[in-house]
């Protein structure tokens, strides 16, 4: 009797080992599924922070941007000190030299090669001391006007740098074979272009070119190597686009009369400057020109025929001889 008891006993502890031994098991898989889970959530937030650091972070080519940076004049004799560093870190270790504008009539030109963080540090050009950095939005007062200020300069001469518009897309996939001719719908006085590119700043529907023309200036709002969003993406890929200050409905009397002779002209001038940067011929293309991507000149119609859309400016009035004549004459004379 007493051996049966004891068997009993003995099956009751190994009963409740296995019953121990199956809640172990259970709170182990659950502490390695929430060990497999901290490690997928490390993971991916060390995918984030990669993707910041060397994606949204890292340097940026840029080409053809100057830069003015000028002695704010309001402020004492001391300010005014550019300091240039060897990388974009900001410490005394990496310090080349302080530059004071004062020493060199109240401003410098610089070409800007290279940017991080949505131009807050760029990589300038420097003749004395070659290739250098400098903080944009530091507190040596680039952006409050603690010492100095910088202005961004226009792509080519005889144009205004308006800033940047609300859309557009840094760099392109493909090469720039296209002069694109657009009109504004708008009217044709001397503020349009400028008006034009102060509303691009802020418009919703996510359009973009590079340059307004008016009868009395050209004014840029992005640079040639970045993609407008002015029309189909194959357009807007391969093209520089122009915004011509008037109306698609004008006649070609219309385009050809005072003010918009002038805005022709200047609109012909900054595409001779295009036409010479990138080899592109002055001459309009047929249709089976632009289905072959052949380098030329083309309208928001001529895309919306050929390729793709709606739009039909600048117009059938719009003086085509008479613009490619000007183009022509401004390659042999910028």
């Known amino acids: ?7 009993v006993e003995n099956l009751n502890q190994s009963i409740k080992k296995r019953k121990t031994s199956k809640r172990t098991r ?10 497999i889970l ?3 959530t490390l993971a991916i937030l060390a995918s984030v922070i990669a993707f910041y650091k060397f994606g949204i972070d890292k340097e940026v080519e840029v080409k053809s941007l100057k830069i003015k940076i000028t002695q704010n004049w309001n402020n004492d004799s001391q300010k005014g000190i550019i300091n240039l560093y060897k990388s974009p870190k900001k410490s005394n270790k990496e310090l080349i030299t302080k530059v004071n504008l004062k020493d060199h009539g109240g401003s410098l030109l610089y070409d800007v090669i290279a940017q991080k963080n949505n131009f807050e540090m760029i990589k300038i050009k420097s003749t004395n001391y070659g290739e250098a950095w400098i903080f944009l939005s530091s507190d040596e007062g680039a952006k409050n006007g603690e010492g100095y200020e910088f202005v961004w300069l226009a792509e080519f001469e005889n144009v205004e740098w308006m800033g940047l518009p609300a859309s557009y897309k840094e760099g392109r996939n493909y090469k720039i074979i296209w002069n694109v001719i657009h009109c504004t719908e708008g009217n044709e006085d001397n503020q349009a272009a400028e008006n034009g590119a102060t509303y691009d700043k802020t418009r919703t529907d996510g359009a973009s070119v590079h340059f307004y023309h008016d009868p009395d200036s050209s004014v840029q709002t992005l640079y040639t190597k970045d993609r407008a969003f002015g029309a189909l993406y194959v357009a807007n890929e391969r093209g520089v686009h122009h915004e011509l200050c ?3 409905s004008q006649t070609q009397e219309q385009w050809l009369d005072k003010n918009s002779k002038n805005i022709i002209d200047n609109a012909a001038k900054i595409s001779a400057y295009v036409c010479k940067k990138y080899d592109i011929p002055a001459k309009w293309l047929n249709e089976e020109e632009i289905n072959d991507r052949k380098k030329g000149f083309l309208t928001h119609a001529d895309i919306s025929k050929v390729l793709s859309g709606n739009h039909t400016d600048p117009g059938a009035g719009f003086p085509k001889e008479y613009f490619i004549e000007r183009v022509k004459h401004w390659i ?3």
Do not use: F, R
Not at 1 to 7: A, L, V
């Open 1 to 7: 009797m007493s051996s049966d008891i004891k068997e």
């Open 26 to 35: 259970k709170k182990v898989n659950k502490k390695k599924k929430s060990l």
């Open 38 to 40: 901290t490690i997928i």
């Open 246 to 248: 008037g109306l698609a």
């Open 332 to 334: 042999e004379n910028v």
